[in-house]
């Protein structure tokens, strides 16, 4: 199971997928979709499209992972987790299956999702990539439209350890005649998005050549080719979703020029109740006023330096950090990026792919960064919480996993 063990989980091939879904009648193919990959804000993005088509009346599915606290936030149809009961009926309707094709656990979870979505007649569904992309188990669909965010450093061992190469992973997802949308123009990796859409013959656009946000307080005013467009409240308050919401613009955009009735109002709507109307944790949310106390699922280089920046441009006093990360992460570009004027309480999620705590301090040191040693998640929040003053900031991230065993959340 890769969310627990790492790298020694991870089946870079479909074949699994292809049977699982096989035995079941194919049912990728019974709903429509729009395919969602990127190293940073593919999760975000997932759930601002699912908001704004839900807000615009569609049945919409959402396919996401990892889940924070249940297993159940992975599948969802109008923000609905999938009942447990579904959840009981399928892996029993499908034992004899997976004992014959052995498959892992996301290839299980992946080929769930789509018979839920077709079994209850979504109107779409948006799933989200789990890693890459080209060989990732949600790669069997056929999509309406395709929408890669970001490429930077993550899972290098498993993608490859230059931008170029894990662009590359992230455009498999790129198919024959399906329009493509790719949120950020980065030079360093544009042409491999090109050159495979050109091969697919697919039409792609880069959404931040058209659509331009201005922030103005906690709005951001976007206009389109130049031309005012709408006024945005996002409920999703950290600054990083400047970079993400052009992508999700240009997606809606994309997808009325394919015949989908979706009034500006619901794009408003589904950016202002994103978390609301699909359950979304995690990301940049508020878990106590005084001291404030935030966390964030931002993990690598890219999504902790957005993390950094977000921290200081919040007034505090002094930052009490909360960290724990996962062993096969380049730990040493995150450490080079954190504060060094902060008090760490180093600790470690339950899971076996956890860097332990004492190690992490033994290794930050080595950046300047000190603190005390806590393992468990919610003990070293407390004591966090104990330590501020009510001008202090109390932040917990460096993991996913450590964000969802916060028992706040």
Request: proline share 4%.
């Amino acid at each position: 199971m890769f969310q627990r063990v790492g790298a020694a989980a991870y089946k870079a091939d479909l074949t699994n997928t292809i049977l699982l879904c096989n035995a079941i009648g194919n049912p990728q193919h019974k709903f429509r979709s729009i395919h969602v990959a990127g190293t940073n804000g593919k999760g975000s993005s997932s759930h601002m499209l699912a908001a704004i088509l839900q807000s615009a009346g569609y049945k919409t599915g959402l396919y996401t992972s990892p889940h924070l606290k249940e297993f159940t936030e992975r599948i969802k149809i109008n923000g609905a987790e999938i009942d447990q009961r579904a959840v009981l009926d399928f892996v029993n309707q499908m034992k004899g299956s997976m004992e014959e094709i052995r498959p892992s656990f996301f290839e299980v979870t992946v080929a769930m999702a789509f018979q839920y979505f077709a079994n209850e007649n979504v109107d779409i569904a948006v799933i989200e990539v789990g890693l890459g992309g080209r060989l990732d188990s949600t790669n069997v669909i056929t999509p309406e439209l395709s929408l890669i965010t970001n490429i930077s450093f993550d899972h290098q061992n498993l993608l490859g350890d230059t931008l170029e190469l894990i662009a590359s992973e992230k455009a498999g997802i790129i198919k024959p005649n399906v329009p493509i949308i790719i949120s950020q123009r980065q030079a360093s990796v544009e042409e491999v998005f090109i050159a495979k859409a050109k091969k697919e013959q697919a039409e792609i656009s880069f959404a931040s050549d058209r659509i331009a946000l201005v922030q103005d307080g906690k709005k951001f005013i976007s206009s389109v080719d130049g031309k005012p467009f709408l006024t945005l409240d996002p409920q999703l308050k950290g600054s990083y979703q400047r970079k993400n919401i052009p992508g999700v613009l240009a997606s809606v955009l994309r997808l009325r020029k394919k015949g989908f009735d979706i009034p500006d109002s619901a794009i408003q709507r589904g950016i202002s109740k994103v978390i609301t109307l699909t359950g979304l944790k995690g990301r940049w949310q508020t878990l106590n006023d005084s001291p404030l106390t935030i966390c964030d699922t931002g993990h690598n280089p890219d999504g902790m330096t957005e993390v950094v920046a977000q921290i200081k441009a919040i007034p505090h006093n002094h930052l009490h950090f909360v960290l724990g990360i996962v062993k096969e992460k380049d730990f040493s570009e995150v450490f080079k990026l954190l504060p060094k004027d902060a008090t760490y309480y180093f600790c470690q999620a339950k899971i076996p792919r956890a860097l332990e705590a004492d190690h992490l301090a033994i290794e930050a040191a080595k950046f300047g960064l000190s603190g005390m040693v806590i393992a468990d998640v919610n003990a070293a929040l407390q004591v966090a919480t104990e330590n501020a003053e009510k001008d202090d900031l109390v932040f917990v991230g460096g993991s996913t996993f450590v964000v969802g065993e916060i028992d706040e959340l």
